[in-house]
């Protein structure tokens, strides 16, 4: 008799969102959390890290690894163009921001959707950096002409439009689905 009762208390509970005809109405979870990576490299040629973007709910995951690079704080983001020519990486274009708004998430107009934290790198040259992109569009992101991740060699200020006067483009790497 308990388990009949305990099976009936549960039943609304199971049945939450469900329809009459038996399909969900909760959203569907993220396409099947789609991936794409890009291996960073130096104008010379040099492989200094990897790049993984993942599709989350909500938004996009991005996670970077460098080694190589000069210590101190670097800024780090996502790019418009899927595109790293040297010298100088200005192919990428300028930070992912299909919502145009102004650099920064300290400029109160801001921050594009390609802003991310800063990139700590140690005295070893090593760095990693996680961090979720709220609202972020994977099919935005990886559109007809691609987008590229690009270090810089300085801080980014997080709040002056259009780069967070973070400096030259050191390292770059094409996101690939994958």
Not at 17 to 33: H, V
């Amino acid at each position: 008799m308990r388990g009949l009762a305990a099976m009936m208390a549960l039943a609304p509970m199971m049945l939450a969102g469900c329809t009459a005809n038996g399909t969900s109405t909760e959203p569907p979870p993220a396409a099947a959390g789609r991936i794409a990576t890009a291996t960073l490299m130096t104008a010379a040629g040099k492989q200094v890290g990897k790049v993984t973007v993942r599709e989350v709910d909500g938004g996009l995951s991005v996670a970077v690894d460098v080694l190589d690079l000069p210590p101190g704080m670097h800024g780090a983001h996502l790019h418009t163009v899927g595109k790293c020519e040297a010298p100088d990486f200005a192919s990428a274009g300028g930070h992912w921001n299909p919502t145009n708004m102004k650099h920064g998430s300290m400029n109160p107009q801001g921050p594009h959707e390609g802003d991310m934290p800063n990139l700590m790198i140690g005295a070893d040259g090593r760095g990693t950096l996680t961090t979720r992109l709220a609202g972020g569009s994977f099919d935005a992101l990886m559109d007809a002409d691609g987008a590229a991740m690009v270090i810089h060699a300085a801080a980014d200020d997080l709040k002056t439009d259009p780069s967070g006067n973070s400096g030259a483009r050191v390292a770059c790497g094409v996101l690939a689905k994958g």
